[in-house]
Every structure is written in C-alpha cells, then in structure tokens.
C-alpha cells in the first residue's frame, strides 16, 4: 500500500540529468561503485531523451516534403490530369459540354484539354451549354454575385441641365481699346501734359507740345494758299481760281496728315499767324499705360509717345481643355469672380475662342470680355470663371439668352447689343442678329439626356463599355458612346435604355468572366459590335498559294478546321493530315495531337462541315489560279460564302453534344 513505483525520465519529462542529481543528492552515504553506475544509465537515457525531441519534428517535416513532391510528380506526369479528363468526358456523357480556352485568349476555345499552341499554357475547362453558347453576355448565379458583391443601377433620364466649366485666368488689356501716340513730325518735346504713367486723360486734352520747324514752314504754304486763293475768286480766269483752290486744299490737307486737327486749322486761319509748335491730343478717354519719352527729347517722325487704354472694358483670357471648349459659342455668358473683389461677381461675355490648340498646354485660349466702369478690375489680377453649358446631345443645339433674344449684336464686340439692326460704334461692322451665333428667339423646349454612375464604365482608351443586366444573372456588354461628367454621373449619348440596369459594382469581375467564357470584353471590344447575319470574316486565302492545285480544291472544300473551328488560312498554311485514309486539313499543328487522339470524333464535326461543290467541272468555279493575283477582301468572302453557305464563326454541333 504504501511503496510507490520508481518514476523515470521519460514519464517525468525532465531530463534524466537532472533526475540524477537529485538522486546524488539523496544517495549520499552509498557505496561509490552504486553511484557511477547510476551515472553511467543516467547519461544514456539523456542522450535518447534529446535524440527522441529532435528526430520527431524532423522525420515530420520530411514526410509532408515527400508528400508534396510525389504529388508534384504526378501532376508534371499527367496522372491527376488524366483522372480529371476522365471525369469530365463522364461529365460531357452525362449531358455537360465541357470547352478548354487559354487564359490569354490565344486561341479559340478548344474541344480538348492540354496546352495553348501558342504560349504553352495550360487550357483551362469552360462550361457552355448545349444549345445555345452566349456571345454577348455571362450568366452570374446568385451565390457567386453575392460573392462579387455585384450592384446595379438604372439608367436615368434627366431633363435638360447645365454644367459648369470651372477655369481660372488673368485680366488683361482690351487689344481692341488701345491706343498708341507718336510723333507725326520731327521736333524737339517742349512740353508733357501727360508728365507721368497712369494719367487718365479724355478725348482732345493736349498731351504734349512739339517745337518743329517742318510744322511751321507747312503753315506758312497754308496762310499763303489761302491768300491766293481768296485773291484768285476775284479774277476772271476760272483756271487761275481753280488752281489756287487745288493749292489750298493740298496745303490743308498736309497739315492736317502732320497730326493737326480741324479746329487747329481753323484757329490758324483765324489768326492768319504760323506757329511752330504742335499740341498732340488724346484720341479718345483713357489711361497713360506708357510713357516713352521726356520733355526736351528730340524725336523723330513716327517715335512713340505714350500708349494710352481704355479701361472701361478689359480680357480675362482662360484655358480650357478641348472637350470644354466644343461647348463655348461666342457670346456665352460668363460669370467671373476676381480675386481682389471676393464674393461679388461680374458678368462678361465670350468674344473669342481660339480654334487652335496649345501644343505646349494641350487647351484651347478663350477670351472674355467684362466690363470696368467703374475702374474696379486692375490688369493682371487672377479671376474664377464659371461657363453654363447644356450637357449632353443638346450642347450645340439653340440656346436662349433673355439678353440676346431677337437682339442685334456686333460680331466683334459682344458687349455691343441693339435692338435694331444698325454699325458697331467701336469697329463701324453691321450688327448681325443674335440667331447667328446659336441664340434662339425665345425658350426651348427642354431636352434630356441618359446618365449612368461613373463607375459603371469600364474604359480602355478610346473604348467604353457597360454591362447591363437584362434578366436575372445575366449581364450583357455594350459598347457606349460617353458625353461630359456630371457631378459623380457621366451622360451617355449611345448604347442604353432609359431604365436599364448597369453593373456599378463588381463589373470587372463580370468582365473577367467574359474573357475566360471567351466572349467580347474590355480588352477585346470590337467583338462586340454585332455584325450581320451571314458576314464571313476574312480569309486569308493568299495562305493557300504554297498548297498543290488538288490540296487547294479540298482545303476551300472544307473551309473550316474541325478541331478548333478556325478558318484554315487564318494562321498559316494549312496542315493537312491523313486520318484513316482521308486528307484533312487543320489550322495549325496545336490541333495535330487532338485530331489523331480522336479521329472518330473530328471526323464527324468534318462530315457537318464539309459541303459537297458537285460535278468535277464546277471545282474551280469561282476559285482563281495559282498565277492569278490574290483577290480582294470582298471577293474572297463571296468565294467562301458561296460555297460555305452560312457564317463560319457558327459553331457546328456534334452528334454526341446533342
């Protein structure tokens, strides 16, 4: 009852060292033979105690590391893959059509498994269905879309809107109000009224006084002229008369080309005294912008002066993108807000758009023109503009303006607007009804345009596309056509349906599922253009030239290459095979292995597709000789239709799909 078994090292999990020394510790007094034999069994337990904790884990790691490897053989040997063809041929049996395709879409789907001729990857099993393989769409079961977490939404239509194009510019000198004053004589500057840039002056005040010799020898022909021609009325020669009035015309009008005005004439005739000094005037109401020259400078004819601006209107000159600029029409109202005046806003109008585009920028340079009466706007201040265009289809139809309906504007100048037909005060051109410029005479009708979610577009470059959902599961692509973006929505002006469903969310998986179903998707889109009814592609049939006269009457026979359906011709010259004493011809030596593997089977698919041409006579109807030159496009796709009688691209079901 109360003796207790001896524990060990490996029932204890301690280290038999340890366990020994506290048996030394209690032994003490024994015999010394007892103790080093103890040791000694001590010793060897440890030893096995350490090789059991370390030999385990190995021998573990190793068999998982054979494991994998055995399993890895068996794939590189085809066993596993061997074990799946079976099943699926079980599967294809039972009533399941199973199709192979590439992952990088090389070449059309195959009947067979194995590797893409092209890239040598593995192809990968497709399922289709028996009757009927749908080119356009994919169908998404319930659990896999709520595993993409596929969302859709349906397209609206809004009624007739506008976008605003945001840009910022710099306001700057009206061209068309600027103004440059030069000497019209040589002469020495006596005097400068305007002394000082930024003078504002008005029309007739004297801007500088020239000392020129040259002005008063003109004036003294004038007196002279004028003398003799009031004593030439008296005479009774009506040459002489005649001929002194042509002098004093001449005499008048020289003067008045040297930059002397009528009333300054006026004035020296009144006085009957020549003076040798010119007052220049201002031309019209502005501002000195320029001041070129100081008092006592000689200057010579032509020299500039000053240059002088009419501030009352001035240009905020924008940049906008090309897409932008398509919708800006002359006249346009625009709103713009100059950073020195915050929270008040000036109304201008567009007098130019740029019908070149910046090469450096890439934009297109508008101009608008706003008004500055009141002396607010300063040159070289930065603005934000804001331009209401219609979106959508509507944005080059009319437009109504309140200010412009049933007005006259000047084609220049778009601040100049009457109501009656008349000349622009500023360029003397007739004023044009606003009509002309997109203005219509009273309020349109409203108009409407189709948005989507911007991200139910898909976009590749120039391409665009969508998938709607038009049953249950089933996504469709389609091409669109993109107008302007509209907040978080994008106008579409082609391809849907008010009311239709779009994918918003998960729409790339659903064109992945294209692609790997071998159907027209983003990378490929122009399979998704529907093409007619009996269209054959082309048909490379310059391909069939290097095969012997009789091959070439069997390889337009057969047309098509049974394996992977692909017109023969298409990637190269066409093979052509012995299967059970019959020549077949296919496409490219990838299909080789299959058509051997299972002649039976192709061999029926070639009986469906082979159409008999009839009497040996008729063979080479419509089929040009070696020599002849390749015919055209349109001529080889009547030669294959003819004989063919349907569209190639049709897949032509076996006996055993069925």
């Not at 004589?185 to 005097?191: A, F, Q, T």
């Not at 029926?604 to 070696?626: E, F, M």
Request: charged share 25%; aromatic share 4%; net charge negative.
């Amino acid at each position: 009852m109360g003796s207790k078994e001896p524990t060990t090292a490996a029932q204890s999990g301690v280290p038999p060292v340890a366990l020994q020394g506290a048996s030394n510790l209690s032994a003490e007094g024994k015999g010394g033979s007892d103790a080093s034999g103890r040791g000694i069994d001590a010793r060897k337990e440890n030893r096995r105690w350490w090789l059991k904790l370390t030999l385990q884990p190995l021998l573990f790691v190793a068999g998982f590391a054979l494991l994998f490897a055995g399993l890895g053989l068996l794939q590189q040997f085809g066993v596993l893959t061997d074990g799946q063809v079976k099943r699926d041929e079980q599967t294809g049996d039972a009533g399941t059509t199973r199709r192979y395709i590439c992952p990088m879409m090389c070449t059309p789907p195959q009947s067979e498994p194995g590797r893409c001729p092209v890239c040598a990857m593995e192809l990968v099993p497709m399922d289709t269905s028996n009757t009927h393989v749908d080119e356009q769409a994919v169908q998404i079961s319930p659990a896999a879309r709520r595993v993409a977490n596929i969302e859709t939404a349906a397209v609206r239509e809004v009624a007739a809107q506008q976008r605003s194009i945001h840009s910022i510019g710099q306001i700057r000198y009206d061209e068309s109000a600027l103004r440059t004053i030069a000497a019209y004589v040589g002469g020495r500057l006596e005097k400068l009224y305007a002394d000082y840039t930024g003078v504002e002056v008005t029309k007739g005040d004297d801007l500088a006084l020239i000392y020129s010799p040259e002005l008063y020898s003109a004036q003294v022909e004038l007196l002279l002229a004028r003398k003799y021609h009031n004593e030439g009325r008296s005479s009774r020669l009506m040459r002489v008369t005649e001929s002194s009035g042509e002098l004093y015309q001449s005499a008048r009008q020289r003067l008045i080309e040297m930059g002397v005005t009528e009333s300054q004439v006026k004035a020296l005739e009144t006085a009957n005294q020549a003076d040798s000094r010119l007052r220049l005037s201002a031309p019209m109401n502005g501002t000195v912008i320029e001041k070129l020259a100081v008092a006592g400078t000689y200057v010579k004819e032509g020299q500039p002066i000053y240059r002088l601006a009419d501030l009352s209107t001035l240009w905020l000159t924008l940049e906008l993108f090309p897409a932008d600029a398509t919708a800006i029409r002359y006249g346009q109202q625009v709103q713009a807000e100059v950073q020195s005046l915050p929270g008040q806003s000036i109304t201008g109008r567009v007098v130019f758009v740029d019908p070149d585009v910046d090469p450096k920028t890439r934009t297109v340079g508008v101009r608008i023109v706003l008004p500055n009466q009141e002396g607010r706007l300063r040159v070289g201040d930065l603005a934000k503009a804001t331009i209401n265009v219609p979106i959508g289809a509507v944005e080059h139809r009319l437009v109504y303006d309140p200010e412009l309906s049933g007005k006259w504007i000047s084609p220049r100048h778009p601040q100049i607007v009457s109501e009656a037909p008349g000349k622009c005060p500023l360029c003397g051109i007739d004023l044009v009804p606003a009509e002309e410029f997109g203005y219509s005479e009273g309020p349109t009708a409203d108009s409407s345009a189709l948005i989507v979610p911007r991200s139910a577009v898909l976009m590749a470059g120039a391409t665009s596309v969508l998938y709607v959902e038009t049953e249950p599961g089933r996504f469709e692509i389609r091409r669109v056509t993109l107008g302007p973006e509209l907040g978080d929505n994008v106008v579409v002006s082609k391809g849907v349906l008010e009311g239709e469903l779009v994918a918003t969310r998960g729409n790339f998986l659903v064109d992945s599922q294209m692609q790997l179903a071998g159907n027209p998707s983003l990378i490929d889109p122009d399979k998704a253009i529907a093409k007619p009814k009996g269209d054959i592609p082309a048909r490379p049939i310059e391909e069939w030239a290097s095969l012997p006269a009789e091959d070439i009457k069997l390889a337009q026979q057969q047309g098509l290459c049974p394996v992977s359906e692909s017109a023969l011709g298409s990637m190269g010259t066409p093979i052509k095979v012995e299967v059970n004493g019959r020549p077949v011809f296919i496409c490219c030596e990838g299909c080789r292995d299959l058509l051997l593997k299972q002649p039976e089977r192709y061999l029926k698919r070639l009986d469906q597709i082979v159409v008999p041409i009839g009497d040996p006579a008729s063979d080479t109807d419509g089929l040009p000789p070696i020599s002849a030159p390749v015919p055209a496009q349109e001529d080889s796709d009547a030669i294959l239709s003819s004989h063919l009688g349907r569209d190639s691209t049709d897949r032509i079901p076996l006996e055993e799909d069925e």
